[in-house]
């Protein structure tokens, strides 16, 4: 394995584990639940996971474990929690996504408790995100196979983000930053969405125009999508580094 690929994995473990860290710090997380997975840069069939029984706190890059859709640890030290092999590892073998987040986060799994759990585009920031939406209604009890990764990625298609009713949420991405910062937003959506719902009073939301409208990329933009969220994960990066550091070690 060449130096740079080399480094493209450290760096790789690096943003993987303080993704989850940051989970903890946006109250995104459930403790030792859930999972963050990414592909290891260069290889197929080829993931990396906090070992199951560590805190999302205490998440570092020398920590994760890389592991194959057949459920073995390749590399590291812990277990593999059978939920993480049977919906990632289909997902990312059929998606093609680098990086996959799931979580129970609470405001996201409140919409999806209502037995309407559609995001409305009720703002701005919602209106990036709702053509970006696939929803699976069908919860089907834990995940025990590989066939239920393979169902939520036939549902998920050619979107990026997954609602799960009565179960939670999920975004890919290709990038650690650009999957994280999906996931951050959905839960800030879905809160004021809640939050809104809540007053009992009518929304007012968006006409498809303006949707269309907001989701165009402004070619006078000072920056990329890709550049937002690279700037975005590194600030966050330096946030933890005053508040949870040691993710790097």
Partial sequence: MSQENDDDVWRARVH??????????????EGID????MRVPGQEDRYLVLPFGLHWSEARASDLIMFNEAGEVLEGTGSLEL??????APLHRITGANVILHTHQTWALALNMLEDNR?????QTAAFLTRSIAYDDGYTGLAASLS?????AAVLGNRQILFMRNHGVLAIGDTVAQAYRRLYKLERVCQAQVLAMS??????????????????????????????????FAAMMRVL???MPGYAD
């Fill in 83 to 88: 939920s993480a092999r049977s919906i990632h």
């Fill in 241 to 243: 580094d005053r508040v």
């Fill in 34 to 37: 859930n999972h963050f997975t």
């Fill in 16 to 29: 993987l584990a303080a993704a989850n860290r940051l989970a903890v710090y946006d109250d995104l997380e």
């Fill in 148 to 152: 239920e990764g393979e169902r939520l």
């Fill in 199 to 232: 007053t009992g009073r009518p929304l007012a939301l968006l006409d498809d125009e303006i949707v269309r409208k907001v989701e165009t990329p402004n070619p006078r933009n000072s920056h990329s999508q890709a550049e937002r969220e690279a700037l975005y």
């Fill in 119 to 123: 995001l409305l585009p009720g703002s």
